[in-house]
């Protein structure tokens, strides 16, 4: 892979290091730096992006969808199905891998019914679905499973803070694609073998990985047992684990950790903060994303009931918000080469529309 097309497929973590080299300079390395980082959100991203691999490899969430689809005729609710697959997916193996599982589901079905039209509309309403349905869980999104485990905040009220714009989101998402066309639309029949055995391993290796982000047991255990038995039955889901998303955390771990060192930028941003966690946390994510704004914003707040959902309804508006819309504006260029203006500016106007519902709900119900 040349250099540029590197750099072009993991912006943001060429950019999570250059912003902790920068801040290197100011504040030198030292002991200090070894504090800086989460372990155990490290660790458990790895074993949730490495099992969630070996499940893909073995076609188990193509298979689970398709047959979810096959069972429903028409246009409407078939999109209807596959976004809410998404917002499913998202909340059990995070937005990104979501994606990257059910978007080409989208495109299948889609191109082969011949009902190209919707493509845009469902690409965007996947994307949203996984921006917003993984804001319940812990480990629906990179950046709760970091304030999780960085406040240790209780299961209980992890989800009673997200419950209600998640409630909200799901009812948006509904209503929008009530406006497609209830017309017929069928699925081709296509056969693929999918081994039980291996099936029910990797669901248990799952489970074990969900008891490590739920604390239920210790983190390490999972670092041991997972890619062990990973290396042993299926390496190519090791080699495929999204090891640059683990580096962004890191980068950005010693960049908002050295951030936190200077004085003049602790005021700044505790002063931000202190306004309007809420607001300031969803307008962070407009301009360096969530996962970023969530690690470095944690350093200068402890309202992290707002900091929480401020950057999950962050995660829908510029296309930069969430990596999530990153990789969903590349699979339908992808698809759609030449269309990539008119894609953006569709996805705008509804992710904007979003934000705006959202952030109105939450600050008159906070």
């Not at 995070?94 to 080409?104: C, G, H």
Request: glycine share 4%; proline share 4%; aromatic share 14%.
């Amino acid at each position: 892979m040349h250099f540029a097309e590197f750099v072009r497929k993991n912006t943001v973590m060429v950019i999570a290091f250059m912003a902790a080299l920068v801040t290197s300079f100011i504040i030198p390395v030292d002991k200090a730096y070894l504090n800086y980082f989460d372990f155990k959100t490290l660790t458990c991203l790895f074993c949730v992006l490495a099992v969630v691999c070996a499940l893909k490899n073995i076609n188990f969430f193509y298979m689970l969808a398709k047959e979810i689809v096959k069972r429903f005729k028409t246009a409407r609710m078939s999109i209807l199905v596959l976004v809410y697959i998404t917002f499913i997916g998202s909340m059990l193996i995070a937005n990104d891998m979501a994606l990257l599982t059910f978007l080409p589901l989208g495109y299948f079905i889609l191109s082969s019914t011949g009902k190209h039209r919707y493509m845009a509309f469902t690409f965007i309403m996947q994307n949203i679905a996984a921006n917003l349905g993984g804001m319940l869980t812990p480990f629906g999104n990179p950046q709760n499973l970091y304030l999780y485990t960085q406040f240790e905040i209780p299961n209980a009220e992890f989800i009673t803070i997200m419950a209600p714009p998640f409630v909200l989101a799901v009812a948006i998402i509904t209503a929008c694609c009530m406006f497609v066309k209830n017309e017929p639309m069928e699925v081709k029949d296509e056969r693929m073998h999918i081994s039980t055995k291996r099936t029910a391993l990797y669901l248990v290796l799952f489970a074990l990985a969900i008891l490590i982000v739920f604390r239920g047991i210790p983190y390490w255990i999972g670092l041991i047992i997972i890619p062990a038995v990973l290396f042993i039955v299926d390496r190519q889901a090791l080699k495929m684990v999204d090891y640059p998303l683990l580096l962004t955390f890191v980068f950005f771990f010693i960049f908002s950790g050295n951030m936190a060192r200077i004085d003049i930028v602790k005021d700044v941003l505790s002063m931000l903060l202190s306004k309007s966690t809420l607001l300031f946390s969803i307008l962070s994510c407009q301009f360096i994303s969530n996962v970023p704004s969530a690690i470095l914003l944690s350093q200068f707040t402890g309202n992290y009931a707002d900091l929480l959902v401020g950057v999950n309804i962050g995660g829908v508006g510029t296309l930069i918000a969430s990596l999530a819309s990153l990789i969903t504006f590349r699979e339908y260029v992808k698809h759609n080469p030449g269309k990539g203006l008119r894609y953006v500016a569709e996805f705008s106007v509804f992710n904007f529309a979003f934000l705006f519902i959202l952030t109105a709900f939450q600050m008159m119900i906070g």
